[in-house]
């Protein structure tokens, strides 16, 4: 259980407690906290008073010990971090994936209700994603931009599979279709799947349309190869970005004995990218997010830390910030577990300068112990 709580505590007490020490990291003002924890214990309905002594609502694969709730910070040169938390609303309807998904489109409308937003786009897909019988993992997420003025940005994540994962690439195609985006599928780059379909819904610049693809055994040069936005972003901080967050040696340090090609690739948790659309003109993608699921590739989260300061450094990010971010989730030391820090992540969109987004888990239920072993550098120390 997570250090801030006695064995009593509620999920909604833990959650909204590490929401409020978030909110002073990002900078929002009380009224905004208020109003936000307000909004993150609404989004998980009866779970928010489920005593933490027992088992997660749900089995949900959101997060690693199945907390319906994990924290980002979305990283800017010369700012406080955008902080978001992602639920799952129909959490407290457990694992009937077809329960938790009715549950969890009731919350989003409640949401477009009290902020006065659309749920068009959501609506024309609703038969697709939500079927009588849908299959697994998920069957709906969303996540909140915390933003000041207590009115959220949100952003809705979908089940590609809920159709089964052999239908997955026609549902990402009829649905990007149905928005409009007909020529965009045939613009994505090759993948192993699709886990997540996702829509901002509500007041944003350019609302986006997103496509997750996964990549197994990915390698720095593929990673910088991926994006089909244009103008493409650099190929170099790209596989910079990739080598440091899944500590894969730079191409010197390797042996050309062969052997070594195998050893430049993440063959753990795969990496995901994201492509996201903004314009039916193109029929290309205008945004690019590579995803580096670093928790695989670390022993412990002062690993990961190390790893995501160095990110954060390179792009002139305040790495003090993310200090105080962790501190504000867990009061445990980063050494003794692996998974606070779930992921990282470089974001692209065209006319904006680039982010870094960490994800930071919750860790309501369980803490993982360190890692005997890190698949990557096991391997590349093998070899040298
Ligand atoms: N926990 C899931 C995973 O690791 C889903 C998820 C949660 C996720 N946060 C994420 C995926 C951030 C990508 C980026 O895949």
Known sequence: MNGFNSSEALLGDLTTGQLTRLCQVAGLGEADTAAYTGVLIESLGASAGRPLALPPPSRTFLSDDHSPVEFSLAFLPGQ???????VEPGCSRGDDLAKNGRAGLQAIHAMADRWGFSTDQLDRLEDLFFPQSPEGPLAVW?????RPGGVPGVKVYLNPSANGADR?????REALARLGHRQAFDSLP????FPFFALDLGDWDAPRVKVYLKHPGLSPTEAGSLPR????????RLEEFFRTAGDLPAADDLTADGAAEDADRLTG??????????????????GYTLHVPVRDYVRDDGEARERAVAVLRSHDMDSAALDRALAAVSPRPLGDGVGLIAYLALVH????????????SSEAYRTRPPRETVPTRDRVRARL
Do not use: K, N, W
């Open 80 to 86: 406080a971090p955008d902080l978001r938390v992602l």
């Open 142 to 146: 969303c996540a909140l931009e915390l």
């Open 168 to 172: 997955a690439a026609e549902t990402v």
């Open 190 to 193: 090759r993948a192993e799947g």
């Open 229 to 236: 936005m244009s103008p493409a972003p650099g190929r170099e």
């Open 269 to 286: 948790r795969p990496a995901l990218t994201c492509h996201s659309f903004t314009e039916t003109a193109t029929g290309l993608p205008s």
């Open 349 to 360: 969109e065209r006319g904006r300068p680039q982010r870094v987004t960490i994800y930071v």
